[in-house]
């Protein structure tokens, strides 16, 4: 097919996808430019969400070709939604790019191998957490057979870009359990319960008088890359007086699948975390993870024109942060008074704050632990640069993002940089690498932190 040929089946395709009441919603105000950190970077109006709203609306009305330049724009938006809450006219910007870059991911030419590649990791790897458990498996024998040492020692990783080589050395360490297996193998008290539609699932009873049930999702690089983050958030829910439910058939939020164009994978997997967790009969559903907490949220509009409706209506009104259900629904959290004290820094989940809205817990949980002193950190709403999978397919705006975070972050002089986001964390602990500032200042988890202060007497 020549470029024109390709170019109109993608405006076409467009015409089709895109949400045209959003379109027209957008009055070109631009108070989304000072909230959108590529506009902020390139000073390009094209890499605005203004711009990149009217270069839909040209694409779809016929007065420019969807040309690589557009689909360059439209790659190269990080997905932060700052722009949302800087809104007047509350356009839904999020999904017009989800639904933009499904139009190009539908018409995008690529490699066989490379489609069947990012197919096979899409669907039949990351969803499933015991194929997830094999690549966990994988990983924590490259760290600890002595492989990581000598493939650095023989200059293997030379063959990588540079960003790749600084994400590898920062990887935390990777398990084959996730949190089931991890909670029962620490024989930490757990039973096991059948759901309404006969699933599995592992109850954690709460300590003292039961607030509520609550349901934890696990997602899928939380549960390899994080287990011991699951863990110490499962332990602050039970000390604040929840009861706490793993089910087992939970699957990935799908994220990842709809910010890449691939919204009827995500769709599929939300069809079964909301009859999942509606069959498990919780009151809420606790994430750990911004990303994925933001993305369930939404499950009433990814599933509006289904037969699951109701259920993705059930499950979106209850999710919530474990910031927000230790914060204002549990009892308050004892913590040891002897800990020696450190100063923190808090940065915004993007999708945490500019979905959930999310900002108060945090930070008031953060203050509440005797001896953790809270230095705001100057652009904390600002994305750091992560963004899923965009520090790796766009290294260099992400790098440029987060070398200009990282200059914030060392001017609080805080010890513990804090997040509530597994890819946020991972690109705090990739800053403090490039930045040269290990040894004086660690990345970690808001749940890793809180844990990390409880008091001894109360374990």
């Known amino acids: 097919m020549t470029d024109a040929g390709k170019s109109g089946a993608l405006a076409e395709r467009l015409r089709v996808t895109l949400d045209a009441e959003q379109l027209t919603n957008c009055m070109r105000c631009g108070f989304c430019q000072t909230a959108c950190p590529t506009f902020n970077e390139t000073g390009l109006e094209a890499a605005s969400p203004r ?8 694409v779809a009305d016929g007065f420019m070709p969807a040309d690589e330049a557009f689909v360059e724009q439209m790659d190269l938006c990080l997905g932060c939604r700052a722009c949302e809450p800087a809104c007047p006219s509350d356009v839904k910007y999020g999904r017009l790019i989800e639904q933009a870059r499904e139009a190009i991911a539908v018409e995008r030419k690529q490699a066989p191998h490379v ?9 039949r790897v990351i969803p499933r957490h015991e194929v997830m458990r094999w690549v966990g498996r994988a990983l924590k024998w490259y760290q600890r057979s002595g492989m990581r040492t000598a493939v650095r020692k023989a ?30 193998a620490r024989g930490l008290p757990a039973s096991w319960e059948t759901d309404a539609r006969g699933g599995r699932m592992l109850v954690i009873p709460a ?28 332990r602050l829910l039970v000390k604040a007086g929840f009861e706490v439910v793993i089910p087992e058939r939970q699957t990935c939020c799908g994220a990842l699948h709809a910010h890449t164009g691939n919204t009827g994978t995500a769709r599929n997997l939300a069809l079964e975390n909301a009859a999942v967790f509606r069959a498990a009969k919780v009151d809420w559903i606790a994430s750990n993870a911004g990303g994925c907490g933001a993305y369930l949220q939404e499950y009433d509009h990814l599933l509006h024109d289904t037969a699951a409706a109701e259920d993705g209506a059930w ?4 999710v919530k942060d474990l910031s927000e259900l230790l914060a204002d629904y549990g009892r308050p959290l004892k913590f040891d008074d002897a800990k020696a004290p450190v100063t923190a820094t808090y940065q915004d989940s993007c999708h945490l704050r500019n979905v959930m809205r999310v900002q108060r817990q945090p930070r008031q949980l953060i203050r509440s632990a005797p001896g953790v002193s809270l230095r705001e950190l100057a652009g904390a709403d600002r994305c750091c ?19 200009h975070k990282m ?23 990739w800053g403090i690498h490039r930045s040269g500032l ?20 109360d374990e």
């Open 207 to 234: 300590e003292g008088e039961k607030v509520a049930r609550v349901g934890l999702f696990r997602g899928c690089i939380m549960d390899v890359l994080f287990v011991s983050t699951h863990v110490n958030t499962v």
């Open 115 to 123: 489609r069947l590649f990012g197919k096979m990791a899409m669907e």
């Open 315 to 318: 499950l979106a009104e209850r």
């Open 155 to 184: 200059g293997l990783l030379k063959v990588l870009p540079r960003h790749m080589r600084e994400m590898e050395a920062v990887l935390p360490e990777a398990s084959d359990r996730g949190i089931i297996r991890e909670w029962q």
């Open 385 to 403: 640069g992560s963004a899923g999978i965009y520090n790796l397919v766009q290294p260099e705006m992400s790098s440029s993002i987060l070398d």
């Open 438 to 457: 290990e040894g004086r200042m660690e990345a970690v988890h808001l749940a890793d932190l809180l844990a990390g202060r409880l008091d001894a007497a």
């Open 407 to 429: 200059e914030h972050v060392e001017a609080t002089g805080a010890q513990v940089l804090v997040t509530t986001n597994p890819g946020c964390l991972l690109q705090m602990k």
């Open 51 to 58: 711009g990149r709203i009217a270069l839909m609306k040209a």
